[in-house]
């Protein structure tokens, strides 16, 4: 007779409106910033812009991630999905009525983005709430896949409306962002919020950044984390360059960055299975290489089928790398300083948004969109050779 299974600790009464918010938000995320995009290209600005947009996205975020990370270890991360879903509505609404120029986007841009750090905050715990310890790496896997959906719907919408025009206009596309963004906190209202701390209990202990930064293996797991994210953000902003420089409609750029969710989603479908059989870190190596591979080979490739098929390698590796780098850091952490840790994540990442994109712009004035994915492509082989040779070969 075989031991009875310890009981699944799910709570689907918070589950089924965190996966609809996390693919509503990621949906609207996707087409703001690519009609962002777009909206540079339609007010002939110098390539450098996206950059700056970009970087704009970051910069507040990295500078409040690590605090936003104390309140949410207080158990306050219904509360922050509903203030980062108003702020994201903010910019939608800003975006689309009060930005004629580039500093009114770069502007309503930073305000879309600390709205941003507040839903993935807020989401990642409410993930670690949703489920016990023994579920937890399948249901960020199942979240992520709703992310992933998400991610391929705002491209696709981006694509549909825009059309085979090579820059489309952006206040229609700006116009269903707004309708998003309110479905978004709509949404965010059905998440229920934490139990509260009983009267007189103690506080949590609060454990110091360098003390998580001293634990073995998270400052590179950090590193990988910032690599990883930069590059799946990148993509979004300089494909639709790329399809300028080479003649290829929206609609096809839309698609691409379709094929590279849907790539992502199945994925991260088999991700609890994979890093059973192969390992965290082995998966961890592997996944990256693929991510490094494809994205270097986008700027190489001209044809539009091989730039399907370098899309959707794109998609397989960043789906699985992505993934990996949030459970890892999860996986590091004390139990008490989780959001802390996922926020110095959030920061990292954030650090890398800004600094990265600048870089990138440099890269893209002298080599285009293609000199962009080449040089992300070796960053993302780098990053993963540097985990091997830190963490060996421990899962």
């Known amino acids: 007779m075989t031991a009875a299974q310890p009981p699944r600790r799910i709570d689907w009464r918070l589950v089924a409106p965190l996966m609809l918010h996390g693919l509503i938000v990621q949906t609207l ?76 986007v770069l502007g309503f841009t930073t305000v879309l983005g600390v709205g941003h750090l507040f839903l993935m905050a807020s989401q990642q715990m409410l993930c670690v709430r949703a489920a016990g310890d023994g579920d937890r790496e399948a249901m960020f896997g199942n979240f992520l896949v709703a992310n992933g959906i998400g991610q391929g719907l705002g491209p696709f919408i981006v694509g549909w409306a825009g059309g085979e025009a090579k820059v489309p206009e952006t206040m229609p596309l700006f116009s269903i962002s707004l309708a998003v963004a309110a479905l978004a906190l709509l949404i965010s209202l059905a998440l229920p919020a934490a139990k509260p701390v009983p009267l007189g209990a103690a506080a949590p202990a609060r454990v110091a950044v360098a003390d998580l930064l001293r634990i073995p293996g998270f400052v590179i797991t950090l590193v990988a984390s910032i690599i990883t994210i930069t590059a799946q953000d990148l993509i979004v902003i300089y494909l639709p360059l790329l399809g ?5 409609g929206v609609s096809h750029i839309g698609m ?8 992502a989603i199945v994925s991260r479908l088999f991700y609890s299975r994979l890093i059973a059989a192969a390992g965290r870190v082995p998966l961890t190596l592997w996944s990256m290489c693929l991510s490094g591979a494809a994205y270097a080979s986008l700027g190489a490739l001209s044809s539009l089928p091989l730039l399907y098929a370098g899309s959707a390698a794109l998609g397989l590796g960043l789906g699985l790398a992505t993934t990996l780098s949030l459970t890892s850091i999860l996986e590091l952490a004390p139990a008490g300083a989780r959001a802390t840790a996922l926020s110095l994540r959030i920061t990292g990442n954030r650090i890398g948004q800004v600094s990265l994109p600048f870089l990138a712009s440099i890269v893209a004035v002298a080599a285009g969109a293609p000199g962009v994915m080449t040089v992300v492509g070796g960053s993302l082989i780098a990053a993963a050779l540097s985990v091997r040779a830190v963490r060996g070969g421990r899962g």
């Open 29 to 104: 995320t996707g087409m703001i910033r690519v009609t962002t995009s777009y909206r540079v290209l339609e007010l002939d600005l110098p390539v450098v812009w996206l950059g700056a947009i970009s970087a704009a996205f970051a910069l507040l975020p990295m500078l409040m991630a690590v605090n936003v990370g104390r309140y949410l270890d207080l158990g306050h991360d219904a509360r922050t999905a509903r203030a980062g879903s108003a702020l994201m509505l903010a910019a939608a609404f800003g975006l689309l009525f009060f930005a004629p120029t580039a500093l009114m």
């Open 244 to 248: 300028v420089e080479r003649g290829i």
């Open 256 to 263: 691409i960055l379709t094929v590279r969710s849907g790539a």
